[in-house]
């Protein structure tokens, strides 16, 4: 007989929490659904069963983002993937949510049935591989004298100046600074890409890699830090920093 998945909602709106709750039920989970932080954290203290945590953005008091970063913190909690939710369609609450430790991320309104997917699909990647064995969380990368606040979105020069990216190509720099030295063919680029606000495709990929260039103030006839792989792909050379 399948396992029961233990399900915990975190929903300060009485009627999305009771409706998630009864569809999530009627579903053959069994639920627990509290609708604030102190809640959460009153129930997680006497349940340690909870097999994962559906948590909204929007909450009286701490915030999602906020609990989430403790739960990923803490080591009784650690292991308890987190898929939050928002009615905020803004791609940088995505990436900082994802960023914090959220396994996945779903703006409302959306499908209760999609909901039910991705459970179980986060379910099937976290019990392969628990957080705790996972590689720890990066806040900062450094290279070739730049410095990529990652929660904040920023590039900073080695000379202290500020430089603005769009989502895009904060996406694009990151996936190139978690693979350093790495040639990175159109799929791999378009990965990262993928459960994001932001896209691109395929044909759009050199221009966007051209504008992380123009950020980098890099020579686009002889690019030093992302270089083109001729009939391969892009790779980003040089030592990187995490921190």
């Not at 990151?174 to 030295?181: G, Q, S, T, V």
């Amino acid at each position: 007989m399948p396992e029961t998945d233990r399900i915990m909602v975190v929903e300060d709106d009485t009627e999305t929490r009771e409706l998630l709750r009864e569809y999530l039920e009627g579903n053959g989970c069994q639920v627990l659904a509290v609708a604030d932080g102190p809640a959460m954290w009153t129930a997680l203290q006497g349940d340690d069963t909870i097999d994962i945590i559906i948590l909204d953005l929007m909450l009286p008091g701490e915030n999602g983002l906020t609990l989430c970063k403790r739960l990923s913190l803490e080591p009784k909690t650690a292991d308890i993937p987190v898929i939050m939710l928002t009615a905020r369609h803004d791609e940088t609450d995505r990436i900082v949510g994802l960023e914090m430790g959220a396994d996945d991320y779903l703006g409302k309104p959306f499908s209760p049935r999609e909901l039910l997917a991705r459970i179980h699909s986060v379910l099937r990647r976290a019990r392969a591989m628990p957080r705790s064995s996972r590689p720890r969380e990066v806040r900062e990368y450094r290279f070739s004298g730049w410095t990529l606040d990652v929660k904040a979105q920023q590039l900073t020069s080695p000379d202290g100046v500020d430089v603005t990216l769009t989502s895009g190509e904060f996406i694009m720099l990151l996936a190139f600074l978690r693979h350093p030295n790495e040639v990175l063919n159109r799929d791999r680029i378009m990965e990262a890409y993928r459960n994001r606000e932001s896209s691109i495709f395929e044909r759009s990929i050199d221009v966007q890699v051209g504008r992380v260039r123009r950020r980098l103030g890099e020579d686009p006839r002889e690019p030093r830090i992302l270089r083109t792989v001729w009939g391969k792909g892009y790779m980003l050379t040089g030592t990187v920093e995490e921190r």
